[in-house]
């Protein structure tokens, strides 16, 4: 695994009534989880074509222990599994989100990766050239940490080269001051910080209707997005394209 980048998306099994509840209504919840399923099929696709270009294994990073059979379907081919439940021994200023974050990254460089990134499972139109840069550049200076800053204050994506839990410590998660926080945090550890352009998630009625317009947009300025073919096909099968 030298001179490798692992990307796990982190995400959980679609389950009707606790995948994209936010998106109920205007969805039914059996809808919303096969979005969700979509979104995942769509990112795990989308770190696969990156692996053309870059030294990257693709991955999801998931929990509990046992759903990964729920996954599988999801994903796409070639992608391995982690546990990041959170389990395990880690300071007790990392907490919620972060615990998993951590546990994934950990178990990603227990096995010998030069670099980790971890993403998210709501950005199914992530442009691919986001995951090339990031790996490649984590593979060639893995003394950085590399940010994909998300509109709502969040993050997409996060990246270095050995684990930093220090990075996911007194971290507000599910707040607009996600980023900020983890901006502070490297700087106390003295690390180099690179940030790639702003992105969104997918979680609210508001973000699914530009997802919906993204995906059926033709024009040049489009281009640079993944073309989400699964994500593209379950809306329009909602009636949403």
């Known amino acids: 695994m030298q001179d490798r980048c692992a990307i796990a998306v982190m995400a959980k099994a679609p389950m009707a009534g606790r995948s994209k509840t936010r998106l109920v209504p205007p969805l039914a919840p059996e809808e919303a989880a096969r979005l969700s399923g979509a979104f995942l099929s769509d990112i795990t696709a989308n770190i696969a074509?990156?692996?053309?270009?870059?030294?990257?294994?693709?991955w999801i990073a998931y929990a509990p222990a046992g759903a990964e059979s729920g996954l599988i379907p999801w994903a796409a081919p070639g992608t391995q599994f982690v546990l990041a439940d959170g389990a395990g021994d880690m300071p007790r200023s990392v907490q919620g989100l972060g615990r998993c974050l951590v546990h994934a990254a950990r178990s990603l460089f227990a096995l010998g990766y030069s670099a980790v990134c971890l993403v998210n499972s709501d950005s199914p139109t992530l442009p691919t050239t986001i995951l090339t840069q990031a790996a490649s550049l984590l593979v060639r200076e893995p003394e950085r940490v590399v940010l994909g800053p998300a509109e709502d204050g969040g993050y997409y994506l996060i990246g270095m080269g050995a684990s930093y839990p220090t990075l996911f410590a007194d971290i507000t998660w599910s707040s607009p001051s996600v980023a900020d926080e983890t901006r502070a945090r490297a700087k106390e550890v003295g690390l180099t910080l690179t940030e790639f352009a702003?992105?969104?998630?997918?979680?609210?009625?508001?973000?699914?209707?530009?997802?919906?317009?993204?995906?059926?947009?033709?024009s040049d300025a489009s281009e640079r997005r993944f073309l989400a073919p699964a994500t593209r096909a379950c809306l329009k099968d909602l009636g949403l394209a």
């Not at 074509?49 to 693709?58: E, Q, R, S």
């Not at 992105?199 to 609210?204: L, Q």
């Open 49 to 58: 074509l990156a692996a053309h270009d870059a030294p990257i294994d693709g």
């Open 198 to 218: 702003l992105w969104y998630d997918v979680d609210d009625l508001t973000s699914l209707r530009r997802l919906t317009a993204e995906v059926a947009a033709r």
